[in-house]
Each structure stands twice: as C-alpha cells, then as structure tokens.
C-alpha cells in the first residue's frame, strides 16, 4: 500500500488550497480515511475524517466550517477542500487510512496503519 498527498503550497490569508491523497493498494470507498496536521513544534493533530459510508464526515472544531473533505470513486482519492486558511493552519498535512476504525477513536492517530509522507500548507501574506 502505496499513499500519497498533493496540493499543498502557499497561501494567503483568507485563500484556499485543494488537497488530494491517493493511494495504490487499497480502495478508499472500504476504508476510513482522516487528515492530520503537524504545525511547527506542536504535535500531530486530528483534522477530518470519512468513514466508508462517506455519508457521516468529522472536523476538528478548528476547522469546522472552513474545510471539507470528500471522496472521488472514480478516481480513488481523497481530497480535502480547506476555504478562509489562516496564518494558524500552516502546517503538514498527512492523510492516514485504515480499513476499519470505531467511531470513538476516529480521531485517535494510532488507529491508523497506512500514512503519507505529507505535504506541505503554508498560509502567510
């Protein structure tokens, strides 16, 4: 299992920045997929997850309202739209998948087996 992010970039403040995780291996629609970040000397941190029925989806409140993820079947990928960046969301981002996760640690890190390299989101005037 192969899973790589793209789309990350620089940004300014109030903009937005599209990004994409596939994945070789392995069918996203069977998965639960999340997003995390890790900011310049902070920990990894949740961002949004799906789960296989795509229907329920989950935020950080830190982001909630603002970003969006989504999958594309066709393409197998998934992507998360983030609107109204700021300064506070620069940070890498990785897209983590499982097959399987409950719904109480979906935002757990360790429940998660296959990660990207991640890339990069810099949001600055």
């Known amino acids: 299992v192969h899973v790589v992010e793209s789309g990350g970039g620089l940004a300014q403040p109030g903009g937005s920045l599209r990004l994409s995780c596939a994945a070789s291996?392995?069918?996203?629609?069977?998965?639960?997929t999340a997003w995390f970040r890790q900011a310049p000397g902070k920990g990894r941190e949740f961002v949004a997850a799906m789960r296989q029925g795509a229907t329920n989806k989950y935020y950080a409140d830190s982001v909630k309202g603002r970003f969006t993820i989504s999958r594309d079947n066709a393409k197998n990928t998934i992507e998360l739209q983030m609107d109204n960046l700021q300064p506070e969301d620069t940070a890498v981002y990785y897209c983590?998948?499982?097959?399987?996760?409950?719904?109480?640690?979906?935002?757990?890190?360790?429940?998660?087996?296959?990660w990207g390299r991640g890339t990069q989101v810099t949001v600055s005037s």
């Open positions: 983590a998948t499982k097959e399987w996760v409950i719904l109480s640690a979906i935002e757990r890190q360790d429940q998660y087996h296959f």
């Open positions: 291996g392995l069918t996203f629609s069977r998965y639960t």
